[in-house]
């Protein structure tokens, strides 16, 4: 009874929100100005939310959630366009999606890995919103089993699994790059007891290092000096006309699609790790669980479908905890709760009793977005192909030029730029050396994570690292960060062969018998 | 020709004063220096948007918290050409960023617009034993620092109402800190810690939720929550508080104090005309803020008294890493 009536609001909700042309041109108008601000480098989901914030106060509520959700939706998945196309992700959540959609569009499958991305994103966005709407009481809980061990655990975890899936090379160098990210977030006032580490005395640094001109620098410098110097073809204009969901490939990637949704649903479920974090868990666990993990990074479907899935589907597992309790799951998710309060609903425990449709309006709206960022995405990407018919002499210095205003809008700071130029050098010669710079990258975002939650459980415990082994998150974050690391490590690869021989001469011997 | 200069200089003062007249003629940004939601935050862009509707332009509302006690927005303001279109959205807490190290400068180089406060409770975690403040305090008496508890960030306003709580009842706690009121809330749900000072703003869907437990309100004056009942005033038990309590926020917006007068002029107006609306009134209502309004003078005078209260407080408490008095912060 009470399921019927939800679906009644559901769809009273989205009937009444649709039949005013106002809504559905702002639904529109935002979800594609998300895409925008997700594809250039600089400019992010949080940032969008935040700048659109302000300018829906004048709106109902439903229609500022319109225009919010649209923007977020659309940005988390606008990351992956010049991903696919540049190999410059837009945003961090769309770093694992280049692995795949970029070694595709230098196939020449740019437009089919772009059509894939914007129906894994939409069907991502649309299973966490089910999720949302169905067992946000249940996942509830899972917010509240994280504390400051939980918490730096999953950080480590997100720079070890980044850093083993990125290494073409020695899987070392993955964890080197993720070490030397985690360095560079030490920069600055530790966040804690304030105390300055590696300042310099300069007052710029006081506040660590920004990860956006981190971002900008370390994947977009190298790679637009690469393209230049080896003269690469960005595009072979004969083959990018499919671009068409293929529903074929997307049903035969059900399972990974289904997997990387609940992934990312739960990695979106825990306060403050969002989309980055999910793109990079799923994209890996596709890897492993895949019959041929050989292909990953050269072009394989199921990778760009896994991270952009989760990415998406990480949406609606942010906004559990942050309408159940008031705590927001992701980055921009942080910037919807000041949105909300900003219209006078405060989320919490109470939302249920004192404004009781509101949930399932919020899914409605949430649905609205997802299928606005669908349809712009279907139209968008074919447009959005051909940049790379232009001369790749003019198209990469604009690129250039792109992510240096990237760097400075960030609260218009010159210094971004003076960080973002020796990174991306260092950068170049990293990759060079055949460093993987994603790591490098998440080192930066989730190092601050790390570094105090470690000291605050450390607070807590009174020093004692006893905690970490007596928690039931924290030992199966621990089994995952171990068995991740031992299974890339030559000793075990060495141990599992010669134990394979034997259990296989064994059962020979057996047979002649 | 005389006739022409005279023209002209008539037009160049016209046009000048015009300039300064037309102020806003942009965007204004808002740096708030604490994060996203929190009650500074909320405030903030409740008030931005009033205040754009009343000055004619977008009050764009950004966040830049960390540093010492919001020492990073703020000096990224002062920074700023002292023109008017950045303003930095702060709250009392800020007053502790010189005397913490975080900055070298007084409160003095803000021209402060005073939006408020939310009084301040001491809640503990749903599923503690403690159901009195008595209680609380009589097992940290027995057992000093085994309980923990959590205040946002250290120098925080709630940090300095456990530190006074401490003084005042001889408790004492083990804080940690955490980066805001909105952390630090989740870890007294989440039972890794057990205390929690915030204010009530930030608390009471926490509360009537039952995700926590109020003890006690850290002001003169006791507090009925619907669906909660009556909270006591932490006075009435420990009448010692009285000489460390309350400490009052002061959540609000400034402009650089060096700004042109008519600057400053014109964003008071707005500011009152924006604490005047109704939409701002009823979020205060509803989300338990008692709105202050103090500009220009009276709301300097309010801060440099937090400045010399904090300050001072903070060095006897021994927290404070530079003197007061080398900053020339007036004994309270």
């Known amino acids: ?17 649709m039949s005013s042309p106002s809504n559905i041109l702002l639904l529109f108008g935002c979800s594609f100005l998300g895409i925008i601000f997700g594809a250039l480098p600089g400019l992010t989901a949080t940032l969008g939310v935040a700048l659109l914030t302000t300018l829906t106060y004048g709106m109902g509520v439903n229609t500022a959630l319109i225009a919010l959700l649209g923007m977020y939706v659309g940005a988390i998945y606008g990351g992956s366009y010049p991903a696919i196309l540049i190999n410059i992700p837009g945003t961090a959540a769309a770093a694992a999606t280049a692995m795949d959609g970029y070694p595709l569009a230098l196939k020449g499958e740019g437009g089919r890995a772009l059509g894939l991305t914007t129906t894994a994103s939409f069907i991502g966005t649309v299973i966490g919103m089910i999720a949302l709407v169905m067992a946000a009481p249940l996942i509830t809980g899972i917010a509240l089993q994280f504390t400051s061990y939980e918490f730096f655990l999953l950080a480590i975890f997100g720079i070890v699994i980044s850093g083993t899936l990125t290494s073409k090379d020695l ?21 804690l007891q304030f105390f300055p580490r590696f300042t310099f005395d300069m007052p710029e640094l006081d506040g660590g290092i ?11 410098i190298p790679q637009i000096i690469k393209v230049l110097r080896d003269r690469i073809k960005l595009s072979q204009p004969k083959d990018f006309g499919r671009i068409l969901p293929e529903f074929s490939t997307v049903l035969h990637n059900m399972k990974h699609i289904f997997r990387s949704a609940m992934i990312g649903i739960g990695i979106g479920t825990v306060p403050g790790v969002g989309e980055d974090i999910a793109g990079w868990v799923s994209y890996g666990t596709a890897k492993n669980t895949s019959k041929n993990p050989e292909n990953f990074g050269k072009g394989e479907p199921a990778g760009i479908v896994s991270s952009e899935t989760a990415n998406n589907a990480c949406i609606g597992g942010a906004l559990i905890p942050l309408l159940t309790l008031g705590i927001p799951g992701s980055p921009p998710a942080a910037m919807l709760l000041g949105a909300l309060m900003l219209h006078g609903v405060t989320p919490g425990p109470m939302i249920g009793l004192e404004n009781p449709s509101f949930f399932i309006e919020i899914c409605a709206i949430l649905l609205l977005a ?4 669908w349809i712009n995405g279907i139209f968008l990407a074919r447009q959005v ?5 232009i001369p790749t002499a003019v198209f990469l210095p604009i690129v250039g030029v792109l992510c240096v205003i990237g760097s400075y809008a960030l609260g218009l700071n010159i210094f971004n730029l003076y960080l973002m130029v020796p990174i991306g050098i260092v950068a170049y010669f990293l990759t060079e050396m055949k460093y993987p710079i994603a790591p490098l990258v998440i080192g930066v975002i989730l190092g601050p994570m790390a570094d105090e939650n470690l000291r605050r459980a450390l607070m807590v415990s009174d020093g004692s690292f006893m905690p970490f082994f007596e928690r039931p998150v924290a030992i199966l974050l621990i089994l995952v960060i171990v068995l991740t690391v031992l299974t890339r490590l030559p000793i075990y690869q060495r141990l599992k062969s010669s134990i394979w021989t034997r259990i296989s001469s064994k059962q020979g011997q057996q047979s002649e018998k | 020709m005389k006739k022409v200069f005279t023209a002209l200089s008539a037009l160049l003062i016209a046009s000048t004063t015009a300039f300064a007249g037309s102020f806003p003629e942009r965007d204004i940004t808002n740096v708030v220096v604490w994060s996203a939601g929190g009650g500074t935050d909320v405030s903030n862009r409740v008030v931005s948007a009033e205040l754009a509707k009343a000055l004619g332009v977008n009050v764009n509302v950004i966040n830049k918290p960390g540093g010492v006690a919001g020492s990073i927005g703020m000096s990224h303001v002062a920074q700023k050409p002292a023109d008017g279109y950045t303003i930095v959205g702060l709250s009392e807490s800020c007053v502790t960023a010189g005397v913490q190290g975080g900055w070298d400068k007084k409160m003095d180089i803000w021209y402060p617009f005073i939006i408020g406060g939310s009084p301040d409770l001491i809640s503990v975690s749903a599923n503690s034993p403690y159901n009195t403040l008595t209680e609380l305090v009589e097992a940290a008496k027995k057992n000093p620092r085994a309980i923990k508890a959590s205040a ?31 952390p630090a809330q989740t870890a007294a749900m989440t039972g890794e810690v057990t205390v929690v000072v915030t204010s009530l703003a930030e608390q009471q ?11 006690a309100t850290l002001t003169n004056s006791g507090q009925n929550l619907e669906g909660v009942g009556d909270i006591p005033s932490a006075f009435s038990a420990y009448s010692s508080l009285s000489e460390h309590l309350p400490i009052s926020q002061a959540i609000g917006m400034a402009v650089r104090n060096d700004a042109p007068d008519a600057v400053k002029e014109k964003l008071s107006m707005a ?17 338990y803020y008692v709105l202050s309004g103090k500009t220009g003078a009276e709301a300097r005078k309010e801060f440099a008294n937090l400045e010399s209260l904090f300050g001072w407080t903070l060095h006897d408490l021994g927290a404070a890493k530079i003197s007061p008095e080398k900053l020339a912060i007036a004994k309270p």
């Not at chain 1, 009874?1 to 929100?17: A, C, P, R």
């Not at chain 1, 192909?385 to 018919?389: A, P, R, T």
């Not at chain 2, 960030?153 to 909105?182: D, R």
């Not at chain 2, 924006?274 to 205060?284: F, G, H, I, N, T």
């Open chain 1, 1 to 17: 009874m009470d399921l019927f009536n939800d679906f009644g609001i559901f769809f009273s909700t989205l009937f009444s929100l």
């Open chain 2, 152 to 182: 946002g960030g250290a120098g925080s306003i709630h940090h300095l109402n456990l530190l006074a709580v401490m003084k005042g009842t001889g408790a004492e706690f083990n804080f940690i800190p955490y980066a805001g009121s909105a």
């Open chain 1, 370 to 373: 997802s299928l606005a960022m």
């Open chain 1, 210 to 220: 920004e990860v956006v001109p981190v971002l900008i620098g370390a994947f977009g």
């Open chain 2, 205 to 215: 869907q926490l509360l009537k939720g039952g995700k926590l437990r109020a003890l």
């Open chain 2, 271 to 287: 500011f009152k005309t924006a604490l005047d609306s109704a939409a701002v009134k009823e979020w205060a209502a509803k989300n």
């Open chain 1, 385 to 389: 192909v051909k940049l790379l018919q």
């Open chain 1, 171 to 191: 899987v070392y160098k993955g964890w080197i790059a993720g070490l030397l990210g985690l360095l560079l977030a030490c920069i600055g006032r530790d966040r």
